[in-house]
């Protein structure tokens, strides 16, 4: 399914974060959204989910509800330290088919599992939260995003700070959303990445400064822009080009 | 003496100690979970802030009808529901954070209570409020912490798996439910209906000792929820159990005594647990790779 924007201004406490922005995510895209810290990707992406009100404008999902979007937050702002399995987390993903008080069943079970398995975390399950590794707990996320089987999934630096050989697994599980033709976008840094396995590509610098095919979008003059507007704003937000480690104020 | 006399004997021959082990048993068995969600979510805290906002509620119920429990109680829920809002509230139309709010409101709370109950009682009335008499509960407050419990169990059975997503992943819960903020209400009402449960044996400054310290010290010890729940309530039973015997023994104030006890399992927990200062010190904790 299609999302649409229109003049979409989204912020916190009355203060945009995100400016007019309009576009399409076209019905069974791959897009990548790039920009400096703090330009509003993820503000973008909880726009969407529904998680934060716009400010103005509007977000239009067609007939489905928010509930068939899954949506996998920036890796801080999960509680890793919180006494569950691998499987109670991966689990939570049965939310939309299961309601909040439904019950797991065994072939709920068996589903975990599979999704355990394609991530390459066989025999995960009942491993605790506090002993895996950034990788292993963003390929458990990505299970999670399986469970889901929304039409639309929104991945919030999915990548950031996972070793080249998980990133390469879960870029293969994203090209296999895409082609079971849902609509997937990923907030990414690594630009290299994006030209190479994101057919679009939506550049931020507080306001949209591009949109479209990647080649496009992410064009020298384009990139020289959003760096100016950056900089306009803050000379010493960090603009990441290439791989990067560094990892800005999680938000 | 023999053994059975010594450990079981007050509780066989005095009315008074039995009513005071089934309330304060009853207490840990729904305060602890409870204990364990507000310690899983960084919300420590609130709870002994609540616990005093309970208390110009309390002391309304007093002015109004003595010390009795139902009106007390209901004042009591009350005041703690108004101030859990009003600090949330606060936090969401203004710059200031949830904490900062929460901390003015429960010490306008608690000194309004301490005004309110000594318009009317003696410093002995206020001291019961305040600590407690679980030696004195009475037929009408052993119900009143039945249906506390029950209601607070029941509860927290119905919340759980929300409950559960919104500590472990809130911006998850919220992108496919719209339940988490109801949820996260529902939760807050249930720590002050524990701890108006709490307080008629314990007093409404010492019944947050039954929530927090088993979670606490259940800590140390194992990893899982459902398992630290479980600690939480064994290690709060035992302390309702051993306080009321060193109270009996040693003649000292019962409500002190219990929580000591589970104070004294939390720094042994802290200490000898398995996730405890000298078993990590000894053996170096799995490193974890980013
Ligand atoms: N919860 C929040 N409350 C207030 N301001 C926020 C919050 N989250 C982000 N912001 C602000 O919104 C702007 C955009 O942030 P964000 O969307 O996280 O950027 P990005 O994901 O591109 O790094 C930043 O200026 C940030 O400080
Ligand atoms: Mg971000």
């Given at each position: 399914?299609?999302?649409?924007?229109?003049?979409?201004?989204?912020?916190?406490?009355?203060?945009?974060?995100?400016?007019?922005?309009?576009?399409?995510?076209?019905?069974?895209?791959?897009?990548?959204?790039?920009?400096?810290?703090?330009?509003?990707?993820?503000t973008?992406l909880?726009?969407?989910?529904?998680?934060?009100?716009?400010?103005?404008?509007?977000?239009?999902?067609?007939?489905?509800?928010?509930?068939?979007?899954?949506y996998?937050?920036?890796?801080a702002?999960?509680?890793?330290?919180?006494?569950?399995?691998?499987?109670?987390?991966?689990?939570?993903?049965?939310?939309?088919?299961?309601?909040?008080?439904?019950?797991?069943?065994?072939?709920?079970?068996?589903?975990?599992?599979?999704?355990?398995?394609?991530?390459?975390?066989?025999?995960?399950?009942?491993?605790?939260?506090?002993?895996?590794?950034?990788?292993?707990?963003?390929?458990?996320?990505?299970?999670r995003?399986?469970?889901?089987?929304?039409?639309?999934?929104l991945?919030?630096?999915?990548f950031?700070?996972i070793?080249?050989?998980?990133?390469?697994?879960?870029?293969?599980?994203?090209?296999?959303?895409?082609?079971?033709?849902?609509?997937?976008?990923?907030?990414?840094?690594?630009?290299?990445?994006?030209?190479?396995v994101f057919?679009?590509?939506?550049?931020?610098?507080?306001?949209?400064?591009?949109?479209?095919?990647?080649?496009?979008?992410?064009?020298?003059?384009?990139?020289?822009?959003?760096?100016?507007?950056?900089?306009?704003?803050?000379?010493?937000?960090?603009?990441?080009?290439?791989?990067t480690?560094?990892?800005?104020?999680?938000? | 003496?023999?053994?059975f006399?010594?450990?079981?004997?007050?509780?066989?021959?005095?009315?008074?100690?039995?009513?005071?082990?089934?309330?304060?048993?009853?207490?840990?068995?729904?305060?602890?979970?409870?204990?364990?969600?507000?310690?899983?979510?960084?919300?420590?805290?609130?709870g002994?802030a609540?616990?005093?906002?309970?208390l110009?509620?309390?002391?309304?119920?007093?002015?109004?009808?003595?010390?009795?429990?139902?009106?007390?109680?209901?004042?009591?829920?009350?005041?703690?529901?108004?101030?859990?809002?009003?600090?949330?509230?606060?936090?969401?139309?203004?710059?200031?954070?949830?904490?900062?709010?929460?901390?003015?409101?429960?010490?306008?709370?608690?000194?309004?209570?301490?005004?309110?109950?000594?318009?009317?009682?003696s410093?002995?009335?206020?001291?019961?409020?305040?600590?407690?008499?679980?030696?004195?509960?009475?037929?009408?407050?052993?119900?009143?912490?039945?249906a506390?419990?029950?209601?607070?169990?029941?509860?927290?059975a119905?919340?759980?798996?929300?409950?559960?997503?919104?500590?472990?992943?809130?911006?998850?819960?919220?992108?496919?439910?719209?339940?988490?903020?109801?949820?996260?209400?529902?939760?807050?009402?249930?720590?002050?209906?524990?701890?108006?449960?709490?307080?008629?044996?314990?007093?409404?400054?010492?019944?947050?000792?039954?929530?927090?310290?088993?979670?606490?010290?259940?800590?140390?010890?194992?990893?899982?929820?459902?398992?630290?729940?479980?600690?939480?309530?064994?290690?709060?039973?035992?302390?309702?159990?051993?306080?009321?015997?060193?109270?009996?023994y040693?003649?000292?104030?019962?409500?002190?005594?219990?929580?000591?006890v589970a104070?004294?399992?939390?720094?042994?927990?802290?200490?000898?647990?398995?996730?405890?200062?000298?078993?990590?010190?000894?053996?170096?904790?799995?490193?974890?790779?980013?």
């Amino acid at each position: 399914m299609a999302i649409e924007l229109r003049d979409l201004t989204l912020g916190y406490d009355g203060h945009p974060a995100v400016h007019h922005l309009d576009g399409t995510f076209a019905d069974g895209s791959l897009t990548a959204i790039v920009g400096p810290n703090g330009s509003g990707k993820s503000t973008l992406l909880k726009g969407i989910t529904g998680i934060l009100k716009p400010l103005g404008g509007s977000i239009e999902r067609g007939k489905t509800p928010t509930r068939n979007i899954a949506y996998l937050p920036q890796s801080a702002e999960i509680d890793r330290s919180f006494p569950a399995t691998v499987a109670d987390l991966v689990a939570l993903g049965h939310w939309r088919s299961r309601g909040l008080w439904g019950v797991i069943t065994g072939t709920d079970y068996g589903a975990v599992r599979e999704a355990l398995e394609a991530v390459g975390l066989r025999g995960f399950e009942d491993r605790a939260l506090d002993t895996l590794s950034g990788g292993q707990a963003q390929r458990a996320l990505f299970a999670r995003v399986m469970l889901q089987d929304a039409d639309v999934i929104l991945l919030d630096e999915p990548f950031t700070a996972i070793d080249e050989k998980t990133t390469a697994d879960l870029i293969a599980l994203m090209r296999r959303w895409h082609g079971e033709k849902r609509t997937v976008v990923a907030v990414l840094h690594d630009i290299h990445m994006v030209r190479e396995v994101f057919p679009d590509a939506l550049l931020m610098a507080r306001e949209p400064v591009a949109w479209g095919s990647t080649a496009e979008a992410l064009a020298p003059d384009n990139l020289l822009k959003a760096r100016r507007m950056t900089e306009a704003w803050d000379e010493h937000a960090p603009w990441h080009e290439g791989h990067t480690h560094q990892h800005g104020r999680a938000a | 003496m023999n053994l059975f006399d010594f450990f079981v004997g007050p509780f066989v021959t005095y009315g008074f100690m039995s009513r005071a082990l089934v309330g304060a048993v009853v207490i840990a068995l729904s305060a602890a979970p409870v204990g364990v969600f507000l310690m899983l979510r960084r919300m420590s805290l609130t709870g002994d802030a609540m616990a005093h906002a309970i208390l110009p509620g309390a002391g309304v119920g007093f002015l109004l009808a003595g010390l009795e429990i139902l009106p007390m109680t209901l004042g009591g829920f009350a005041a703690g529901l108004i101030v859990a809002l009003l600090a949330g509230l606060v936090s969401r139309l203004t710059i200031q954070r949830e904490d900062t709010s929460l901390a003015a409101f429960y010490l306008i709370s608690l000194a309004l209570g301490v005004m309110l109950v000594s318009l009317r009682g003696s410093s002995v009335d206020l001291m019961h409020v305040l600590f407690g008499t679980v030696l004195a509960l009475n037929n009408d407050a052993l119900i009143m912490i039945g249906a506390v419990a029950t209601i607070s169990l029941v509860s927290l059975a119905l919340i759980w798996r929300p409950l559960f997503a919104e500590c472990l992943d809130p911006n998850f819960l919220r992108s496919v439910s719209g339940a988490g903020q109801a949820v996260h209400l529902i939760f807050l009402a249930l720590v002050v209906l524990n701890l108006v449960g709490g307080f008629q044996a314990l007093g409404t400054l010492l019944a947050v000792g039954l929530m927090m310290l088993p979670a606490a010290a259940a800590r140390f010890w194992v990893k899982r929820l459902e398992a630290l729940c479980l600690v939480a309530i064994g290690i709060g039973v035992a302390s309702s159990y051993l306080g009321l015997l060193f109270s009996y023994y040693l003649s000292v104030p019962s409500g002190p005594a219990i929580i000591l006890v589970a104070g004294a399992i939390y720094l042994l927990s802290l200490l000898v647990g398995n996730r405890g200062v000298i078993r990590t010190r000894l053996v170096p904790p799995r490193h974890r790779i980013a």
